[in-house]
């Protein structure tokens, strides 16, 4: 099992529709999560980081954590052209040193007029 | 500069020579990383520095891999006798010195490098 898994899709909504993407992770001691947005041939760009069970929202994003379940998602809202990119779940994984992260391998999201 | 800057964006080599990748953190940032991305993939780790202290190099794949950060600000990822293999992103990123919470990274644009 990976020890931070993402479906890899593509995952085709319609503009101003709810694009929601999913995360699950291994190590359940976990205590920092983030999602990151990547286009093509370009570096990850930070969108949310979450620490606590619950919503966090921030303009039209939204993370959920779930550490009874080991999920973590990312809910984008109004879902616009420019957010069709690929999208990065990365977790620091407890068991490892000081501030190592673990990538899941990216979810491709499309984003259709 | 305002974002950690890499250099060269671009690296072709000859399978068998050495190759040296340059990063340029945050201005003020503890934490240094350096990650390998292969096409359709996510980033993987490959070493970590705080200032000039290497405290994780668990993701280097070989010792043909080195990285150093000699005065804790900019750091170099050497790579001898490149493989094919070898081709891929390298990316770097850099994040403040760890408080409470870990400090998300911010990263570079990355060096795209071919082995032929």
Same mark, same amino acid.
């Given at each position: 099992?990976? @020890?931070?898994?993402?479906?890899?899709?593509?995952?085709?909504?319609?503009?101003?529709?709810? $694009?929601?993407?999913?995360?699950?992770?291994?190590?359940?001691?976990?205590?920092?999560?983030?999602?990151?947005?990547?286009?093509?041939?370009?570096?990850?760009?930070?969108?949310?980081?979450?620490?606590?069970? %619950? =919503?966090? @929202?921030?303009?039209?994003?939204? $993370?959920?954590?779930?550490?009874?379940?080991?999920?973590?998602?990312?809910?984008?809202? !109004?879902?616009?052209?420019? !957010?069709? #990119?690929?999208?990065?779940?990365?977790?620091?994984? /407890?068991?490892?040193? *000081?501030?190592?992260?673990? +990538?899941?391998?990216? /979810?491709?999201?499309?984003?259709?007029? | 500069?305002?974002?950690?800057?890499?250099?060269?964006?671009?690296?072709? *080599?000859?399978?068998?020579?050495?190759? #040296?990748?340059?990063?340029?953190?945050?201005?003020?940032?503890?934490?240094?990383?350096?990650?390998?991305?292969?096409?359709?993939?996510?980033?993987?780790?490959?070493?970590? +520095?705080?200032? @000039? #202290?290497?405290?994780?190099?668990?993701?280097?794949?070989?010792?043909?891999?080195? $990285?150093?950060?000699?005065?804790?600000?900019?750091?170099?990822?050497?790579?001898?006798?490149?493989?094919?293999?070898?081709? $891929?992103?390298?990316?770097?990123?850099?994040?403040?010195?760890?408080?409470?919470? =870990?400090?998300?990274?911010?990263? %570079? !644009?990355?060096?795209?490098?071919?082995?032929?």
């Amino acid at each position: 099992q990976k @020890e931070v898994e993402q479906n890899s899709g593509p995952l085709s909504v319609p503009e101003g529709a709810i $694009a929601s993407l999913n995360c699950t992770y291994s190590d359940r001691g976990s205590q920092s999560f983030f999602w990151y947005r990547q286009y093509s041939g370009k570096s990850p760009e930070l969108i949310m980081s979450i620490y606590s069970n %619950g =919503d966090k @929202e921030d303009g039209r994003f939204t $993370a959920q954590l779930n550490k009874a379940s080991q999920y973590v998602s990312l809910l984008i809202r !109004d879902s616009q052209p420019s !957010d069709s #990119a690929t999208y990065l779940c990365a977790v620091k994984l /407890t068991a490892s040193s *000081a501030s190592k992260i673990i +990538f899941g391998s990216g /979810t491709r999201l499309s984003i259709r007029p | 500069g305002a974002g950690v800057s890499q250099s060269p964006r671009y690296k072709v *080599a000859k399978r068998g020579q050495d190759v #040296a990748l340059r990063c340029d953190p945050i201005s003020g940032h503890v934490s240094l990383f350096w990650y390998q991305q292969a096409l359709g993939q996510g980033p993987e780790f490959l070493t970590y +520095f705080q200032n @000039e #202290a290497q405290l994780d190099k668990s993701g280097l794949p070989s010792d043909r891999f080195f $990285a150093e950060r000699p005065e804790g600000s900019v750091s170099t990822l050497k790579i001898q006798r490149t493989q094919q293999e070898d081709s $891929a992103v390298y990316l770097c990123a850099s994040s403040l010195k760890k408080g409470t919470r =870990d400090q998300p990274q911010h990263f %570079g !644009d990355g060096t795209r490098l071919s082995i032929l």
